[in-house]
């Protein structure tokens, strides 16, 4: 390890390491400068010359080759594991072990057993350990749970959303390789599964389907989730196409759409209904207008998605719906360091916004749904060993 310039301390700030140097540790890294009371520290890679070039990318102080050398360093409190999939079991296990807080990328495991262990020996340790679900964080996100908490849109019945983008299938990228724990559910889905358990909690029946390629990943996969409260959510994931990358919540008095992309938005439409659905009608005011039917029109022509996504504002305003903006600088991973940064100052080993009991049902759920597809990770065998940063 060689220092660099040196980033000043922030009084009472909590002080972060990062492990691993790949695209996600890069855009956490350079959220940092937008997080109140949390400094990073040092960087770990499994080479020294990828943890010295991160460091001076960034303006982190120290850099290490190794885990083991991270973990050593008496000022880092915390570590963000931004390892590959396949090592978040063993990676998060020996930061546990040394003590360290832990915030961990998504998907926090390969499987429940994997979670499991994983909580239990942060539960033990007494140490603070959060998946790193950066999306619950997000100010539109936070916003729209305290709109459906407070009954602006009655009881949930409906959820849809679909995470989809088309993703290069070269040889080396992961999302593609089984031993890495690839996919469209672990990369995609785990966000709109995360996202409808806090509204939701846990399903009451998980079904499910998925398009295996070659390497025996779910290259798309569709869930449907069903709870005792009568209420559905439909969703999928793609690393083939391009989906519509929102997500929907219909109430019996209205609904709340998190605008693309719904992970990171920064635009949610509210629309309240006139009056209760009823059989036969559709239960929300027609708005039969020149402006609307004229708008509509324009937005339902094939090859304008730029010019809709422009009009969408517009025609909400015209019917019963309104546009909330919620625009913040960063990638968005700086609302997830406050908060794990808050837990540690408050000695708090759990974030209520983000509990362990959530990212267990979730891993739960994706589980349940890989078996009804046949899809296995070699780390589902406990005599499995996963792979390096």
Aim: with cysteine.
């Amino acid at each position: 390890m060689v220092a660099v310039s040196r980033t000043q301390r922030v009084n009472n700030a909590v002080r972060w390491g990062i492990w691993g140097t790949g695209a996600v540790a890069s855009h956490v890294a350079g959220d940092f400068r937008l997080a109140d009371g949390a400094l990073l520290q040092a960087v770990g890679s499994r080479t020294v010359e990828r943890a010295k070039e991160f460091a001076s990318r960034h303006g982190v102080a120290r850099w290490y080759e190794g885990l083991d050398a991270l973990l050593n360093d008496a000022e880092v409190d915390v570590v963000y594991v931004a390892s590959p999939n396949r090592r978040h079991f063993e990676d998060c296990l020996a930061a546990i072990g040394a003590g360290k807080g832990v915030l961990c990328e998504k998907p926090f495991a390969l499987n429940l057993r994997q979670a499991e262990e994983m909580v239990e020996a942060a539960r033990q340790r007494g140490v603070f350990c959060m998946e790193g679900m950066w999306t619950r964080f997000i100010p539109a996100v936070v916003e729209t749970r305290r709109y459906i908490d407070s009954g602006a849109i009655g009881a949930i019945r409906l959820v849809q959303g679909n995470f989809a983008y088309p993703a290069a299938a070269s040889a080396g990228s992961r999302l593609f390789r089984l031993e890495d724990g690839g996919g469209a559910l672990l990369d995609r889905g785990v966000y709109l599964i995360s996202l409808v358990q806090q509204l939701l909690g846990s399903p009451r029946t998980v079904r499910g389907s998925a398009c295996l390629g070659g390497s025996g990943v779910d290259e798309q996969s569709a869930y449907q989730l069903e709870y005792g409260s009568g209420a559905l959510a439909d969703l999928a994931a793609s690393l083939l196409v391009r989906g519509t990358n929102e997500l929907a919540v219909y109430g019996e008095k209205g609904s709340v759409r998190l605008c693309d992309p719904f992970y990171r938005a920064h635009r949610i439409e509210l629309q309240a209904y006139e009056r209760p659905a009823t059989e036969g009608t559709e239960g929300v005011r027609a708005n039969p207008t020149g402006a609307r039917k004229a708008l509509g029109a324009v937005r339902d022509a094939p090859g304008l998605k730029s010019l809709r996504r422009r009009l969408d504002p517009m025609m909400s305003l015209l019917g019963r719906g309104r546009v909330r903006l919620f625009p913040f600088g960063g990638d968005g991973y700086q609302f997830e360091i406050q908060e794990a940064s808050r837990c540690i100052r408050e000695g708090r080993t759990e974030s209520a916004a983000m509990p362990l009991e959530d990212t267990l049902a979730v891993m739960r759920t994706m589980d349940a749904l890989r078996v009804q597809w046949g899809l296995v990770y070699p780390q589902d065998n406990p005599r499995s060993v996963g792979g390096s940063v």
